[in-house]
């Protein structure tokens, strides 16, 4: 990947991890250090950030360091088997996920990752409707009729 393709995901990933953790450009800027006309111009691609800048800004983004890195393009995504099985261990994820996101490329990771940060926002939205009690009965939801 060449330099300004990461330089646009960066602060494109930076963006919808702020708007995800409803964060404000400035909240952000208080939780790090960083100004937020700057961290507005990374966003925007119009800057990269430093490693400096990314360690201030990973945690209250909910990123790891390293994570900020490689998606930076810092570091290589690419993990030994021995990294890679702890990482799986150490967030609990299911084997046959990990296989099948490993086969595909950084960009395709990203996306369902992003994909699944919406997924998640949404449904912490929504609250499961609660069975209507009438006199022992419920409503099915569905139908609208009592139940027994």
């Given at each position: 990947?060449?330099?300004?393709?990461?330089?646009?995901?960066?602060?494109?990933?930076?963006?919808?991890?702020?708007?995800?953790?409803n964060l404000t450009l400035n909240e952000l800027s208080a939780s790090s250090g960083v100004s937020p006309s700057h961290l507005g111009r990374i966003e925007k691609g119009e800057r990269f950030p430093s490693a400096f800048i990314l360690?201030?800004?990973?945690k209250p983004l909910g990123f790891d360091v390293n994570e900020m890195f490689t998606m930076a393009g810092y570091l290589s995504?690419?993990?030994s088997?021995?990294?890679?099985?702890?990482q799986?261990?150490?967030?609990?994820?299911?084997?046959?996920?990990?296989?099948?996101?490993?086969?595909?490329?950084?960009?395709?990771?990203r996306a369902v990752v992003s994909i699944l940060t919406v997924l998640k926002s949404v449904a912490s939205g929504i609250t499961p409707a609660k069975p209507q009690e009438t006199e022992g009965y419920f409503n099915d939801p569905s139908?609208?009729?009592?139940?027994n």
């Amino acid at each position: 990947m060449i330099m300004h393709e990461y330089r646009n995901n960066i602060g494109k990933i930076i963006k919808q991890q702020r708007l995800a953790a409803n964060l404000t450009l400035n909240e952000l800027s208080a939780s790090s250090g960083v100004s937020p006309s700057h961290l507005g111009r990374i966003e925007k691609g119009e800057r990269f950030p430093s490693a400096f800048i990314l360690q201030r800004i990973a945690k209250p983004l909910g990123f790891d360091v390293n994570e900020m890195f490689t998606m930076a393009g810092y570091l290589s995504p690419h993990l030994s088997e021995e990294e890679e099985k702890s990482q799986v261990a150490k967030y609990e994820l299911d084997p046959y996920v990990a296989r099948m996101l490993s086969q595909e490329t950084v960009e395709v990771q990203r996306a369902v990752v992003s994909i699944l940060t919406v997924l998640k926002s949404v449904a912490s939205g929504i609250t499961p409707a609660k069975p209507q009690e009438t006199e022992g009965y419920f409503n099915d939801p569905s139908t609208g009729a009592a139940t027994n």
